[in-house]
């Protein structure tokens, strides 16, 4: 029999932005804040789904809380996920944090301090330990190097 192959899902598949508009240029030079999309398409795993949205809505989420609301344990869904995306629910948990936290760090005014509250750290020190320690840079270095000048007029933000 031929090795049947699953396509193996990521972060992306299941994000939901914490950006509320863009703007967006059109041919003709028109611009205008265009919402961004707050959903996305389902992947046909009730569990990635579930995953995406539970965490889009609670960002301090822990992996037993998410077992626990599913009522599974965390190892269940450690090997769910392997399967699906190679990760276990701990990493996608914190992969799907990091990319949010891109995204303010990118695209907002939030100070790193309020960033930090958001995602229920406990001081700044351990938020900065928890990026630093996953993007090899700390946050304000990541913002210097990828916040546009221009940011405020580009993106709007919940």
Do not use: C
């Not at 992996?63 to 965390?74: D, K, L, P, T």
């Not at 760090?105 to 930090?116: C, G, P, Q, R, Y």
């Not at 958001?118 to 190097?145: C, D, N, W």
Request: proline share 3%; charged share 25%; hydrophobic share 40%.
């Amino acid at each position: 029999m031929e090795k049947i192959k699953f396509k193996k899902f990521t972060v992306k598949d299941v994000y939901i932005s914490v950006i509320k508009n863009m703007l967006k240029v059109n041919a003709e030079g028109w611009q205008r804040m265009v919402p961004v999309k707050k959903t996305f398409e389902p992947t046909g795993s009730i569990v990635l789904d579930a995953l995406g949205k539970a965490l889009h809505e609670n960002p301090t989420m822990t992996a037993e809380q998410f077992a626990a609301a599913a009522g599974a344990n965390v190892a269940t869904f450690n090997q769910i996920l392997r399967f699906l995306t190679g990760m276990d629910l701990r990493q996608f948990i914190a992969e799907y944090r990091m990319k949010q936290i891109r995204e303010w760090l990118s695209f907002t005014d939030k100070s790193m301090t309020e960033i930090a509250q958001i995602y229920g750290f406990k001081s700044l020190s351990a938020f900065s330990h928890f990026v630093e320690r996953r993007m090899k840079e700390t946050p304000v270095s990541y913002r210097r190097q990828h916040r546009p000048a221009n940011y405020a007029q580009l993106y709007e933000w919940e």
